[in-house]
């Protein structure tokens, strides 16, 4: 979805009575406002898995930026001068290839900004083109501890990253749940495998034994030989850290194998309602998931008031907390162009670095660090009910 940029043409008054069409509109092409014009509607990405197996989570990007956007605009704009925030979708399917093409697209567009990608492979194949073009990222969702690792001026996230999830999911294993052999699943992704790896080092500093550490495969159906290893280990519990389709699979298929005493954990990317439908309420039944706060679980008044209006616009409360965090994404770039009287991306990045104690819906946002990252660390577990709904865990 884009729109042109608005151009303002006066009348062309002919002065001889023979001049071409094509020097017409010559003129008017020099006289039409170009991405840079003080006149130009302002251009904000919104890239994410619009399709595909992780639709729910771009698809509540999208829901979440254009609610704000009409609000903004309904205001007269950010900066109150009528120019509007015109959103430019790009669905990248969750894959590095197509999200680099979804990057050149939404660069070649003209986009001073972009909220996204889901996934830290799609975002790791973004960023350096948005960073050469000088444009601000700011990815909701993508953990991976490497993204800022590069040097990027311009890349912020607005989720915690993978190796504080690893140390809190370490801390519980030791603390909470008195595990001395463990193991630890991952699908090889940038994000599952560096969780998987953080989680590792942490365990062993707690004085945990790894006794397994394996992949799967993305969209592998049967587990049989990860769960033969997982029950020759001796592990008493297992951390699953890639996405919530292979991980409802894994649980099941250990729990028919004869699992049960094995505790099945898994990270943010399980924390979703898909998860226990595809496990089945009987085998989802007491794991343990790390991951952000959910929707209904967040009561400030920039939550409450968000959730209400997603409701009012969609008929449904947003189901990820990763829809909220898109959310405060949009609403840093906003308060940004708001605060700097500025589109210019360089004035955007230099607000957002400086900011402090900005009242997101996610939770307050302490600020950000010179790599991006947001600095705090905001992790809970949950536990699957017996009924498949997620309740916070209370040892």
Not at 216 to 230: C, E, H, K, N, S
Not at 305 to 313: H, L
Not at 338 to 357: F, N
Request: net charge negative.
């Amino acid at each position: 979805m884009s729109k042109v940029w608005k151009r303002t043409r006066g009348w062309v008054r002919r002065t001889r009575p023979l001049v071409s069409l094509a020097l017409v509109l010559a003129v008017l092409a020099a006289c039409a406002p170009g991405p840079g014009s003080e006149r130009a509607d302002i251009k904000i990405g919104v890239q994410g898995p619009i399709t595909g197996q992780w639709a729910l989570e771009g698809l509540g990007f999208r829901n979440a930026v254009a609610l704000l956007a009409d609000e903004i605009n309904a205001q007269g704009g950010p900066l109150g001068d009528g120019r509007s925030i015109v959103l430019v979708e790009g669905d990248d399917r969750g894959d590095a290839d197509e999200a680099r093409r979804v990057a050149e697209r939404l660069i070649a567009e003209g986009v001073i900004a972009v909220v996204g990608a889901y996934n830290s492979d799609a975002t790791a194949a973004s960023a350096p083109l948005y960073d050469e073009a000088g444009i601000v990222q700011i990815t909701p969702s993508s953990t991976a501890t490497d993204l800022t690792q590069h040097g990027y001026s311009r890349f912020f996230r607005v989720c915690y990253l993978d190796d504080r999830q690893g140390l809190f999911v370490a801390s519980l294993m030791a603390t909470e749940l008195h595990v001395k052999r463990a193991a630890l699943v991952h699908d090889g992704s940038l994000y599952a495998r560096g969780l998987a790896e953080w989680t590792q080092r942490y365990l062993q500093e707690e004085g945990i034994e790894v006794v397994y550490f394996g992949a799967v495969t993305p969209g592998q159906r049967d587990f049989t030989p990860v769960i033969q290893a997982l029950d020759e280990s001796g592990a008493e519990a297992v951390y699953f850290t890639a996405y919530w389709r292979e991980a409802g699979l894994l649980v099941r298929q250990m729990r028919e194998m004869g699992l049960d005493d094995v505790r099945f954990l898994a990270g943010d990317a399980v924390n979703n309602p898909e998860f226990a439908q595809i496990a089945g309420a009987e085998a989802a039944a007491g794991s343990l998931i790390s991951t952000f706060p959910l929707p209904r679980d967040l009561q400030s008044p920039e939550a409450v008031a968000f959730g209400s209006a997603y409701e009012a616009r969609y008929g449904e409360a947003p189901q990820s907390i990763y829809t909220l965090m898109a959310a405060d994404g949009f609403r840093l770039l906003v308060d940004a162009m708001k605060e700097t009287g500025s589109v210019d991306p360089a004035d955007l990045a230099a607000h957002l670095h400086a900011i402090q104690d900005y009242p997101g819906i996610s939770g307050p946002i302490e600020g950000y660090d010179e790599k991006g990252d947001r600095m705090g660390a905001g992790h809970v577990v949950y536990v699957v009910t017996e009924e498949g709904d997620f309740e916070l865990f209370k040892p």
